[in-house]
C-alpha cells in the first residue's frame, strides 16, 4: 500500500518590502498614535522648508525625530541640543530609508533649565520684533471710568483687587472676564479676555492678573500667544503676575508692570484724597499762573503806556516845532511883503514923477489954447490948398498908366527891365506881369518877331 506524505505546516506569507512597510505602519500608527516620550534632544537640524529634524535619546536607546513647520511653530521653545524634554506625537516608518522616526506634535521642557530656556528664547524673539520698546508704551488713563481684569473668578486674587479699588475711588465700573491663569488651555482663555476687551471697547485700562507661584505655575503668561495679545490690544494694558521679584513675557510687553495685583489696582485708579489734592494743587497753579500773566499783562499795558507818553511828549515837541516854524515864516512872509509894499509905493512915487504923460498933460493945457487958433488957421490954409489941388489931380489921373491899366493893359517885365520886343525875353525868361490889380509870373514858351 503506497504511503501518501503530509504536509500539516501553513503555506509562508510573502510580503513586498512596500506592503511591509505599510503594515508596520499600520501596527505603529493603531498603538502609538498619542504618546509622550521623555529623553534629550540631540543633532537638531532645521531646514528652509521649516521642518526640524532632530534625535531624542536617553542612557539607553535613541529614535528619529521630524517636526513639521505646521506643529513647530506651535512649540513653546525651539529645538536645542541637550535639552531634556517630553516629546507629544505618533510613531511612523519612513519608507524611503526603513527609519523608525516619532512625529512630534508638541514638545514640553523638562526641569526649571529647560523651561528658562523656553522663555529666553521667546524674550529675545519678541524684543527683536519691538515688542518690548518703550516708544510704544501707552500712558494710562489718568481717570478710568470702565476697567477691564482678565483673572481667575476664584481665589484672593480678585478680591484683594476690588477691596482696593472700592477703597480708593468707589463707583469705578469694573468688568472681570473669568479665565483660567495656570494648566491646559488657560494661556487661550487669557489672550481671549484681553482680546474681548480690545475689540469691545468698553474698558479704558485692562489689567491681566494672578496671584505669585513657581516658574511652571506663572507659564502661562510666558506663552507667545498671551504676549501678542497683550501687544495688539487697543487699550493700555498693566501686566500683574505673581511677586515683586517674579518677571514674565506679559510684564514686558504689557504697558506698565505691576509687582503684585493689588498695586495694580492701585496703579490704575489714584484715591479720592489724591484726586482732590491734584484739584487743589491744579487750581493752585492755574491761579499763579493766571497772576503771572496779569503781572506780565500789566507790565507790557504799562510799558505800552509810558512808550505812549513818550510818544506823546514826541509828538507835541516835533508839533511846538511846526508851530514856531510856521509862525516864523508868517513873519518873513509879512515882512518881505511890507518891504515889497514900500518899494513898490517908491517906485510907483518916482514913477509918477517921471511920467511924461504928465509932462504933456501940463503942456498940452498950456497949448490947447494956442492950438484953437492955429486949428483955424490950417483949416483955412487947407481948404485953400485942396481948391488948387483938385485940378491937378484930375489932370494927373489923365497921364497916370494906371488909368491905362484900368483898360486891361498890362505891363510885362522881365529882369527889371520894361519887355518891349520878342528879343527882350528870349524863350525861358521870367516875366512879372502888372495888371491893374495885382501881378502875375509867366515863364516864355513861345516867341515870335513882329509881323512885317
Known amino acids: 500500500m503506497e ?65 513639521f513647520k505646521a506643529s513647530a511653530r506651535y512649540l513653546k521653545f525651539k529645538p536645542q541640543d541637550g535639552v531634556a524634554v517630553l516629546v507629544r506625537g505618533r510613531v511612523d516608518l519612513y519608507d524611503a530609508r526603513g527609519d523608525l522616526q516619532l512625529l512630534v506634535e508638541a514638545i514640553e521642557p523638562q526641569g526649571h533649565g529647560a523651561l528658562q530656556l523656553a522663555f529666553e528664547q521667546l524674550k529675545k524673539k519678541l524684543e527683536a520684533e519691538g515688542l518690548f520698546a518703550a516708544e510704544r508704551k501707552r500712558e494710562l488713563p489718568p481717570l478710568p471710568e470702565r476697567i477691564g481684569i482678565v483673572t481667575s473668578p476664584a481665589g484672593a486674587v480678585i478680591q484683594d483687587m476690588l477691596h482696593v479699588l472700592e477703597r480708593r475711588c468707589p463707583g469705578r465700573h469694573i468688568r472681570v472676564y473669568p479665565a483660567q491663569v495656570q494648566g491646559d488651555g488657560a494661556a487661550e482663555q487669557v489672550a481671549e479676555g484681553i482680546e474681548y476687551f480690545s475689540t469691545s471697547g468698553w474698558a479704558d485700562v485692562v489689567i491681566v492678573a494672578r496671584g505669585g507661584g513657581s516658574l511652571e505655575d506663572l507659564w502661562t503668561f510666558n506663552e507667545e500667544r498671551v504676549a501678542r495679545a497683550i501687544a495688539a490690544c487697543s487699550v493700555p494694558v498693566i501686566s500683574a503676575v505673581g511677586h515683586e521679584t517674579d518677571f514674565t513675557i506679559a510684564d514686558f510687553v504689557a504697558d506698565m508692570r505691576a509687582p503684585t495685583p493689588s498695586a495694580a489696582a492701585e496703579i490704575v485708579i489714584c484715591t479720592r484724597e489724591s484726586l482732590f489734592e491734584r484739584l487743589r494743587a491744579a487750581e493752585h497753579k492755574l491761579l499763579q499762573s493766571v497772576r503771572l500773566k496779569i503781572a506780565l499783562l500789566a507790565k507790557a499795558l504799562h510799558q505800552v503806556a509810558i512808550d505812549r507818553a513818550r ?21 518873513q512872509w509879512r515882512e518881505g511883503s511890507a518891504a ?48 488948387r489941388l483938385a ?62
Not at 51 to 62: C, G, P, R
Not at 425 to 450: C, H, I, K, N
Open 340 to 387: 515889497r509894499r514900500r518899494k513898490l509905493d517908491l517906485m510907483a512915487a518916482e514913477v509918477s514923477r517921471l511920467d511924461v504923460r504928465l509932462r504933456f498933460a501940463a503942456a498940452r493945457r498950456r497949448l490947447d489954447g494956442a492950438g484953437a487958433a492955429m486949428e483955424q488957421s490950417v483949416r483955412l490954409r487947407l481948404s485953400r490948398a485942396g481948391a
Open 3 to 67: 504511503q501518501i506524505a503530509l504536509n500539516w505546516s501553513p503555506e509562508p506569507h510573502y510580503f513586498s518590502v512596500g506592503e511591509l512597510a505599510t503594515a508596520l505602519r499600520g501596527v505603529f500608527t493603531e498603538y502609538f498614535k498619542d504618546i509622550w516620550v521623555a529623553g534629550e534632544i540631540s543633532g537638531v537640524k532645521l531646514y528652509p522648508s521649516g521642518h526640524y529634524y532632530f534625535t531624542l535619546k536617553d542612557e539607553s536607546a535613541q529614535i528619529r525625530c521630524v517636526c
Open 311 to 331: 510818544l506823546h511828549r514826541t509828538i507835541g515837541r516835533h508839533m511846538q516845532r511846526v508851530d514856531e516854524l510856521d509862525y516864523r515864516l508868517r513873519e
Open 391 to 452: 485940378p491937378l489931380e484930375a489932370h494927373l489921373k489923365q497921364l497916370s498908366p494906371l488909368a491905362i491899366l484900368d483898360r486891361g493893359y498890362a505891363i510885362v517885365a522881365s529882369g527889371g527891365k520894361i519887355v518891349k520886343s520878342p528879343g527882350d525875353a528870349p524863350l525861358g525868361s521870367e516875366l512879372r506881369v502888372r495888371l491893374a490889380q495885382g501881378e502875375l509870373g509867366a515863364v516864355v514858351t513861345r516867341s515870335e518877331p513882329p509881323a512885317k
